[in-house]
């Protein structure tokens, strides 16, 4: 048995750094870079001349924006089904720490092998960016079930948010870094991906370092069956959960408010290009792309603050109150959104906004789960409900924001059905206040 000492600076040093290293590919990939290099690549040939935006995909015709929706949905759907077996036979082995390896080095290497997407092999430049995925949400998995091992109770908001602000400061700095390369030196957009895989790959050895192997051997050497056992483990922990009326009915506020949330960061730019008015011409399509880059930065560097905002916040009124603060700023940024922005100038708002409470719900989430888990060894069982919960909540709000924004024919509309969410998860809250646990 490795039992881990709570509190130790050390390794929650290298526990933290391993936000640092992974945040670069939500950034850079799936937010900042990639979309828009994907974009291009899609719609015009080497020559630079514009195709359209249908590509052919396994004998399909398809809008390329709908396929990279599509594509990103079903890597999603590949964690929801493998994670929680794969956690499950971490937790009775004891060596989710390999785990996390194994999904780090699948994320961070298949980010590098985007540096030979194009349109001509859609179908096998898409793998790469299906096994990112993989990578990336799979070893969040193990590394949010460290948790509640290296940080007591007192001291988990303060630690979550110190992960969540080292990742937006790191991830921000190598994206400053891509777009000076891009901007300044005129290296191809695709490098951007090796940096994001090196980047990654690089700074979670400070994290493998600090990280202890096993924390569990009591099962050493029972070899066999090791899937059966992960199911095994899921049913406990879903038994356990039932038991628990207060933990169950947080995940079940979680899944509604943290759809409205993935919606809105899976949306956001894609929003701000079709419902903003930038002008007309090659220079306002310039202007839209460097301010939409711009909003990017401030939601990250906002979203430092946010993350110790609510985390200090935590600590004057409670847990649960301040989710539900969060969730109102949420409903607010949603209907100033609907309403009012029409404008860059507009939308630079809601990005402060949205940066100043992105980092502190999704930290003080994380951390509030983890205090409603019972004295357990199954932390990477448990953790994998959690995400998911967050998985198929980004796939539901993202399918149904789409599905209303063409129903309605535009996205705006599509924003009042994420007010609806916060709400929901809104009222799940409001029974816990009455429990002196976190309220």
Known sequence: MNIIEKDNPKTIKAWTFYDWANSVFPLVITSAIFPNFY??????????????????????????????????????????????????????????????????????????????????????????????????????????????????????????????????????????????????????????????????????????????????????????????????????????????????????????????????????????????DWGIGEEAEKTKTTSLIVSILIIQFVGIAGSYLFSWLSTIIGNIKSLMIAIFIWIFICGFTYLIVRTPFHFYIVAFLVGLVMGGIQALSRSTYSKYLPLTKDHTSFFSFYDVIEKLGMILGTVLFGTISQVMGGMRPSVLSLIVFFIIGLLLLIPLLKKKKLA
């Open 39 to 276: 974009d291009y690549v899609t719609t015009h040939d080497e020559s630079k001349n514009f195709l359209g935006h249908t590509v052919s995909f396994l004998g399909f015709e398809s809008e390329n924006q709908n396929l990279y929706s599509f594509v990103y949905a079903f890597a999603l759907a590949i964690v929801v089904v493998i994670t929680p077996v794969l956690s499950g036979v971490a937790d009775y082995l004891g060596n989710k720490k390999r785990f996390l390896q194994f999904f780090c080095y699948l994320g961070s290497l298949s980010c590098m092998c985007l540096f030979f997407f194009n349109r001509a092999h859609l179908e096998l430049s898409f793998i790469p960016f299906i096994t990112a995925t993989i990578g990336f949400w799979g070893s969040l998995v193990y590394y949010n079930s460290y948790l509640p091992q290296i940080a007591s109770e007192q001291n988990q908001d303060k630690v979550s948010a110190k992960g969540f602000a080292r990742g937006y400061f790191g991830s921000s700095l190598l994206l400053i870094l891509c777009l000076v390369s891009i901007m300044v030196f005129h290296i191809p957009a695709k490098y951007s991906f090796l940096f994001v895989g090196i980047w990654w790959m690089g700074f979670a050895q400070i994290t493998f370092k600090g990280l202890p192997s096993k924390l569990n051997v009591e099962h050493e050497g029972e070899k066999q069956g090791l899937l059966s056992k992960g199911f095994k483990e899921l049913k406990n922990v879903w038994a356990q959960i039932k038991l628990m009326p207060e933990l169950k009915r947080f995940l079940s506020s979680y899944f509604f408010y943290n759809m409205g949330v993935q919606t809105v960061m899976v949306v956001a730019v894609l929003f701000a290009r079709n419902e903003i």
